[in-house]
């Protein structure tokens, strides 16, 4: 039985939708994204052997309009496409709002989501 990830899952199912998305922030490269998307697990617990993270997914893109304009179209379809394998329901439960990043100087809006999943396949 191999264990379940669902940050690799939700990565997976958001480049399967056309996102250019990761766990980790892409590196500072000529080469690098100009919008992208980070999946992170921020916590959640699991009960019966269901998984329940809470999970944030920030759009970063070179200007606040277009930040939020990917959020929201992130929202959108985390709300209207069927899961992916191994992930039995996704809701918001916040966002999205600003969350610009005073590090990198980047403009950013995150939304945080309630997940439902199994923890091995």
């Known amino acids: 039985m191999a264990v379940f990830s669902v940050t690799e899952a939700v990565v997976a199912w958001l480049r399967a939708m056309g996102y250019e998305a ?3 922030v892409p590196p500072d490269a000529p080469d690098a994204p100009a919008e992208f998307v980070t999946v992170e697990r921020q916590g959640g617990g699991v009960a019966d052997m269901v998984d329940h993270p809470s999970m944030t997914l920030q759009a970063w893109a070179p200007t606040d309009e277009r930040a939020e304009a990917l959020a929201n179209g992130l929202r959108s379809v985390v709300l209207l496409e069927a899961p992916p394998r191994g992930i ?12 610009y990043d005073e590090m990198t100087r980047c403009p950013r809006y ?6 439902t999943s199994q923890i091995s396949i």
């Open 110 to 115: 995150q939304l945080t989501l309630d997940v």
């Open 22 to 24: 990761s766990s980790l």
């Open 88 to 99: 039995a329901r996704v809701s918001v439960e916040s966002g999205p709002y600003r969350f």
